[in-house]
């Protein structure tokens, strides 16, 4: 697979640093502090944890603060909320100095992440997560298979989820999933409709939480 455009990377992460911001604002004093922000709080932190090791802890934060939440004793708040554990164990082995670090944190996240996908195979978001952690590793690593698997089904759930995810997220899943999909025009065409109805709803990042 051929690693992502660096000045894409940057947008992508300047975009994260602007819904961050408007997250906290929601969430701040008097303002909204519920399910919605909080995850996409964790989305977005994931998104800056690519390159940002400090944000790791923040994420992490974030996310026991969804365990405790209602939705997440629920199954598919469970099932989402272990997927970015995984995740971010994965990101772990991209942050370490030390190789057998690396491979100790990029095994167990990765068993994290084929669990919560074997549970459920039709969940979006940890396909989705599986995918990214997983499609510029090197294939000694055993696991463009799953790649070629994640890729496949992304692309057809993906157009069934347009009401799923917020638009930032929706975009930024699709997005991914076109410049790794292989020539495949019927799953692209139906990829570019339902980025298309995405942009057409226009989801918040949370609801009464929209971005700047």
Known sequence: MTPPDHADFNQAIQVALSDLDTLSRCDAPGGRDDTDVHLQKLRTLYILAVEDESRLSVARSELDR???STWGHESDGH??????????EALDARHSFWPHSRLRHLRSGMQTLDSVVEEDPRAVEPRY????ST????????????VDEDL??????????????PRRTFEAMTRTVLDLLEE?????????????????LDRPLAPGCSAA
Do not use: H, I, M
């Open 135 to 146: 499609a510029f590793l090197p294939r000694f690593l055993g696991q463009s298979g799953n």
């Open 152 to 165: 496949g089904a992304l692309a057809l759930l993906l157009p069934e989820a347009t009401r799923d995810f």
């Open 79 to 88: 099932r989402t909320l272990e997927a970015y554990a995984g995740a971010l």
């Open 66 to 68: 969804l365990r405790k």
């Open 184 to 200: 495949d025009a019927s799953a692209r065409e139906a990829l570019e409709a339902a980025l298309a109805e995405a942009r057409r």
């Open 129 to 132: 997560l599986r995918l990214v």
